[in-house]
């Protein structure tokens, strides 16, 4: 069986369709684990109306499990609620094509993988409908590097994970990210050497809002820390000391690259908490006096380096 996960927030208006796409799988054996995140709105009237008339349907509420508030706690709430051998992370406003499951159970049959991945496409701006989103090689020898370069892709609900997997190596989502928590929780699996089996079968439709494209600049001063903040952490507790040989240039292109971005944004504990990071010694004082610099004078900042 296959236990679908979903978290949900203030999505009244979007669940029903979602939810909809999920009773009209052609393969019935699965479970849907809903977690409410708090809502305001009638999103746990809606859940509790579909759970009365499906009993796969299982409701809960994060807040009484004394779980902090986001999405990824909700998700490791499911995991731990969750019956399945296999677990689908999935969001409370995308939508599942009629075979997903099916495609997935006949996957997993033959090949007894415990990453098994679909492909799938973007709706709801014109621009983007339809375009694919898993890309790379799957299969790459240096798959680790290459993630983590996003140089091959997937997101939250391409895959279906083995819960053995994920217990036997004590992988949950880390529930203090803000962003890239998926990006980091795929790594984590990825670094244990998993099985994996990808194909073309469309499984799942993302929707995109306008509000998604561009955010407000305070939420995306949030992201980029935290973009940062997951890659220090997977570069410096879970990668081989070969992997970060041959990573090293690009995390630190990287991480100067989103320190500099945080620093126009006026973002200075979190810029001044990178340069502690990544630079010690003297050229920490050099960066760190550029810091200064630019946020009494506007200027400096192409001196600021972690490399």
Not at 209 to 215: C, F, K, P, R
Not at 285 to 307: A, H, P, R, V
Request: proline share 2%; charged share 25%; net charge neutral.
């Amino acid at each position: 069986m296959i236990s679908i996960i979903i978290p949900t927030f203030n999505r009244a208006d979007l669940l029903p369709e979602t939810m909809n796409s999920i009773l009209n799988q052609s393969d019935t054996n699965w479970e849907c684990i809903l977690v409410d995140d708090g809502s305001t709105d009638e999103t746990w009237a809606v859940l509790q109306n579909y759970a009365a008339k499906d009993p796969r349907f299982k409701t809960f509420k994060r807040q009484e499990f004394q779980k902090p508030k986001g999405a990824n706690a909700c998700r490791n709430l499911g995991i731990e609620k969750s019956k399945g051998e296999y677990l689908l992370f999935f969001d409370s406003d995308d939508l599942m094509m009629e075979n997903a499951i099916s495609d997935h159970h006949k996957f997993i049959d033959q090949h007894h993988s415990d990453l098994n991945i679909l492909q799938s496409v973007y709706f709801g701006v014109e621009s983007l409908n339809m375009k694919k989103i898993v890309s790379g090689d799957i299969h790459s020898p240096n798959l680790v590097e290459e993630f983590f370069r996003k140089e091959t892709v997937w997101i939250t609900h391409n895959p279906v994970v083995s819960k053995s997997f994920l217990n036997q190596h004590h992988i949950v989502f880390n529930e203090s990210l803000k962003a890239a928590q998926d990006w980091e929780f795929f790594i984590k699996i990825l670094v244990r050497n998993p099985k994996i089996t990808s194909f073309e079968n469309i499984g799942t439709q993302m929707r995109i809002h306008n509000e998604s494209i561009s955010s407000n600049e305070e939420g995306k001063a949030l992201k980029y820390f935290h973009y940062y903040k997951a890659r220090n952490l997977i570069f410096n507790d879970y990668l081989s000391e070969n992997q970060r040989n041959n990573l090293k240039d690009y995390y630190k292109d990287y991480s100067t690259n989103l320190l500099r971005e945080l620093i126009k944004m006026q973002k200075y504990d979190w810029a001044k908490e990178i340069i502690i990071n990544e630079t010690d010694g003297k050229k920490r004082l050099i960066n760190l006096s550029f810091l200064q610099l630019y946020k009494t004078t506007k200027k400096g900042l192409s001196k600021i380096d972690l490399s």
